[in-house]
């Protein structure tokens, strides 16, 4: 990447900038958790007044991230597996067409507990329609929507084979002797690390909130080839204000204030 970078200078000034690259199409493949866990309510309540569970809280997200995401670009397409023990095809085919899309999700519902989540398949089924992306010019990104607090999720998949990105919405419960949320987190990152062409993002909610599911949905929004790293996100940004500086001009006494 070194040579695709320069500092342009004029003026007295200094900035930094990008060669100009062609920026591709998506078809982004969503894969969405049906294990029982994915059945437990929320703290957000739903339009007939009952707590929302996660699952149709994964919906509402994922229509709402589809139209973004064509209002955006017309040319992106979806598709849909789920994942139980591992990955099955939901929907194969990748539209463009949103009411399409949206079909495909409105009679998904949760099995029963699964026990395991091997990603295998997935990652499989990923590498195959990357293929046939590239050869369209586009790329190929997965969006897994994991929901499980006890079980981290495995793989059997080459280091050194990176066809597409991956991302993951992670929904859990509090820490408890009885779960492990931190080591699926931990799992989760390492398999994104390990199959990501690009710079694969990760967001966990165990908030039980709906905000706290489709803000980091509306940074997933983001293209894989236009990214920072996840580490210098600052976004969304909380409001906030800051105390005016007192007499003394000393910065130790400015505080921000969460509103």
Known sequence: MEEDRAAVTGGGACRYALKPARINSEDILFCIDVDAESMVEMKTTGTNGRPLIRMECVKQAIILFIH????????????????????????????????????????????????RADLTLLFRAA????????????????????????????????LNQKFFTLDVMYLHDKPSPDNCPQDVYDSLVDAVEHVSEYEGYIFESGQGLARSVFKPMSMLLSHPQQRCAQDDLDIPRSLAKKVPVTETGNSEDIQTISQ
């Open 127 to 158: 590498a195959h329609e990357a293929k046939i992306s590239r050869a369209q010019n586009r790329i190929l990104r997965v969006i897994l929507m994991y929901c499980r607090s006890s079980v981290r999720p495995t793989h059997d998949w080459p």
């Open 68 to 115: 973004n995401k064509l209002s955006i670009n017309p040319d992106h397409r979806f598709a849909f597996t789920t994942l139980s023990k591992s990955a099955a095809w939901l929907k194969k085919e990748f539209t463009s067409d949103a009411e399409s899309a949206v079909a495909s999700l409105r009679g998904l519902s949760a099995t029963k507990s699964s026990g």
